[in-house]
């Protein structure tokens, strides 16, 4: 049984560029969360996907978006990305009525 | 004052050694509380997940919290070297996980042979 993967596991981006990231739920999970781990921190909340629409967000900016699609997986989009977007973005999947949430390996943005 | 403190340590245990990792929060609404292990470079893996007060066993982890004292706590006993890690507590309002988990920033634990 296949967990939370998630692509790609490394990336460089340089200022103002846009990056994706891409997570596949753990298999029969519906709901996605995106979260970004900074160096020496605890992960934040950016926001979680359940049915395709976004159900509640945390204190990111517009510039973070995402999209969840009919196989449940889930795309995360930050556009002009800034020095400060450099972290650990971690997905992490669960089911809708339950708060156990099952995390990936999660995807390393390095900014230039 | 953020609603989820935990101290990032490091804290330093012999093999064998019982282990008490601890976290403070002040939001009294938070119902559920979970403990997770992060290795270097990895993903959270989730190790303990409680309702309310009281205590919950799995093995060698055991996991109390106070909500009295809006005070939260994992056990490890006889610890491992591979134990060494970074346990980080989370907690939330309701069951349902459209509520965000707040995190701790993490404590590092190592367990020397």
């Known amino acids: 049984d296949a967990g939370v993967t998630q692509s790609p596991t490394h990336l460089i981006k340089t200022r103002g560029q846009q990056v994706t990231l891409r997570c596949s739920p753990k298999s029969g999970h519906d709901t996605v969360s995106w979260y970004q781990q900074a160096l020496g921190q605890g992960p934040q909340f950016i926001f979680q996907y359940y049915e395709e629409e976004e159900r509640q967000r945390g204190n990111f900016p517009d510039r973070f978006s995402g999209h969840q699609f009919p196989n449940y997986s889930s795309e995360l989009n930050v556009n002009a990305l800034l020095l400060g977007d450099s972290a650990l973005y971690l997905c992490a999947s669960s089911l809708v009525h339950s708060g156990e949430l099952f995390f990936g390996e999660g995807s390393r943005l390095t900014v230039l | 004052q953020k609603e989820v403190e935990q101290d990032p340590g490091p804290l330093s245990v012999p093999e064998g050694a019982i282990v008490s990792l601890n976290c403070t929060y002040s939001n009294s609404a938070f119902q559920y509380f979970m403990w997770y292990r992060q290795y270097s470079r990895k993903g959270p893996e989730l190790l303990m997940y409680?309702?309310?007060?009281g205590n919950k066993e799995d093995g060698r982890f055991t996991a109390q919290v106070d909500k009295s004292s809006k005070y939260i706590s994992l056990f490890i006993r006889d610890s491992q070297p591979s134990d060494s890690a970074t346990y980080l507590c989370?907690?939330?309002?309701?069951?349902?996980?459209?509520?965000?988990?707040?995190f701790g920033k993490g404590t590092s634990l190592l367990v020397t042979p």
């Open positions: 409680t309702y309310s007060s």
């Open positions: 989370a907690m939330s309002e309701t069951s349902n996980s459209g509520y965000a988990l707040n």
